[in-house]
């Protein structure tokens, strides 16, 4: 039996994919964006967060406090320095709640109002508009900057690119030395920066977050947020029908259409919104908020400034976009219903965990002691009998001055009947030093059980008698 045709004819054989299409099916091919420029309530809130942020940021690092920084992160010596704090690796406990309170921040607001931290005060959203600022100094606004791109290449082109791009090498350079002078002193990077005598690891991490910055916030922008940012996937899960979003209502805006200016839409079977598509050409990833939520909005609330605009000058209500919830929309609720749904228990329930950590962390750092003891048992010689018959037990001690200024501390102890505590003369810690002081305890025989007993060593500062610490320890005595 002879076997049936397989062969395809050429006319039906796939033809190659060019490179261009091969890439096109991997992945969305990136439209470049160009955000319009807008004022307005938001907008200003958004600069106004721009200002802040920077501001603790560059300036910070240059605030004095005594001989030193303000603050200072000494990876080095393991210091960290925060205005009269000094901070051991032994006080993680209160970066581990410091983290804690950040999380919990972020469900909260999130909860309540959507992606407020990346509309308002995310590093990519800030340094983006700082860029964005810069560039439209240089280039011109939206069309011009368009057009810009258009043109062929020459000198005048070439020289107004050289331009955007040194400034945003300038500040991108700027921010990575601001984030290197928190871990050196500022003042030592500049006298470094001088004679471009940079340690290796310094001039690495100046290069490598300036490189990211001006990656991110020049090259990448909203690339970033829509497929490098976690927060833009789980966000979801963190909404629900009450929480505050941007939305488009398309019960007033539909159907959208061209009209003239004042005209009632009612007369001419329109709705509201007048199809300019200047809610699109605002939004800094390029999306239009009229299709719905979509995960790529940052809750910027660009459009929303830039339709109201666009709304006064119809002689229109404002809010076709708007802050509001879904059952809002599905219910027609006014300002009070809606307010009165947004603080949920759900809501109630982060507020409420939310304070409590906070005051815990604020009483934390309010009781923190100044002075931190720890009481290692030398385990080369468990005990042993010294002159006069007493058993001797050997501790080493890590004092630390956990203030900034030198202290004289005396040693005690405690617990068992004739205890003494060898040397008994006070010694000195430096300012936010460190020393260890090794310690004979000794007692009669007598005096406990044979096995382990419970003494305790205080150290107590001479200068401060509420500066005490009595750390319990374990005292051998033989059988």
């Not at 700082?130 to 057009?147: A, H, L, P, T, Y």
């Not at 976009?321 to 809606?338: C, P, Q, V």
Request: positive net charge.
């Amino acid at each position: 039996m002879s076997q049936p045709d397989t062969q395809t004819p050429k006319s039906a054989e796939p033809k190659s994919k060019t490179p261009a299409e091969a890439e096109d099916t991997l992945y969305a091919v990136r439209q470049k964006v160009y955000p319009r420029a807008v004022t307005g309530l938001f907008a200003t809130w958004r600069w106004i967060l721009v200002w802040a942020t920077q501001l603790i940021f560059y300036g910070l690092c240059w605030l004095p406090w005594g001989d030193r920084q303000a603050v200072l992160l000494d990876v080095v010596e393991r210091k960290f320095y925060i205005f009269g704090w000094v901070f051991w690796p032994q006080d993680v406990f209160f970066l581990a709640i410091l983290l804690i309170i950040s999380a919990y921040s972020l469900f909260f607001f999130t909860a309540v109002a959507g992606r407020l931290w990346c509309g308002y005060a995310c590093p990519q959203t800030v340094y983006t508009e700082i860029f964005m600022w810069v560039e439209e100094k240089i280039e011109g606004n939206r069309s011009q900057r368009m057009k810009l791109d258009a043109a062929p290449m020459s000198g005048r082109k070439l020289g107004i690119k050289a331009a955007k791009f040194g400034a945003w090498g300038a500040i991108s350079l700027w921010t990575g030395f601001t984030l290197v002078g928190y871990f050196t002193p500022i003042r030592e990077l500049v006298s470094e920066a001088l004679t471009f005598s940079f340690g290796p690891w310094e001039l690495f991490w100046i290069f490598f977050y300036g490189g990211f910055t001006y990656l991110f916030a020049g090259v990448m922008r909203e690339q970033v947020c829509k497929y490098m940012c976690p927060y833009a996937r789980f966000q979801g899960v963190m909404f629900d029908p009450d929480t505050l979003v941007i939305t488009y209502d398309p019960e007033r805006g539909e159907p959208r259409g061209p009209r003239k200016k004042g005209l009632d839409p009612k007369t001419i079977s329109k709705g509201d919104c007048v199809d300019c598509g200047i809610c699109v050409q605002v939004c800094p990833t390029g999306i239009d908020i009229r299709n719905g939520m979509q995960y790529e909005c940052i809750g910027c609330a660009a459009c929303i400034d830039a339709c109201d605009q666009v709304m006064e000058k119809m002689n229109y209500p404002k809010g076709l976009i708007r802050y509001t919830t879904e059952n809002a929309m599905k219910r027609h609720w006014g300002m009070k219903e809606i307010i009165g749904h947004v603080m949920r228990p759900r809501i109630m329930i982060y507020a409420a965990v939310l304070v409590a950590i906070c005051s815990a962390f604020v009483w934390g750092l309010a009781t923190r002691s100044n002075l931190r003891v720890d009481v290692i048992k030398d385990r080369s010689t468990l005990s042993r009998e010294v002159e006069g018959g007493l058993i001797a037990n050997v501790y080493n001690l890590q004092v630390m001055n956990m203030t900034e200024k030198p202290r004289r501390f005396a040693l005690s102890a405690s617990g068992l009947d004739g205890v003494k505590i060898t040397p008994a003369e006070p010694f000195e810690v430096d300012a936010a030093g460190l020393k260890a002081v090794t310690v004979e305890v000794a007692v009669p025989p007598e005096s406990g059980k044979p096995g382990s007993n419970t003494v305790y060593i205080e150290v107590k500062a001479l200068d401060d008698e509420t500066v005490s610490v009595r750390e319990k320890t374990a005292f051998l005595i033989p059988r």
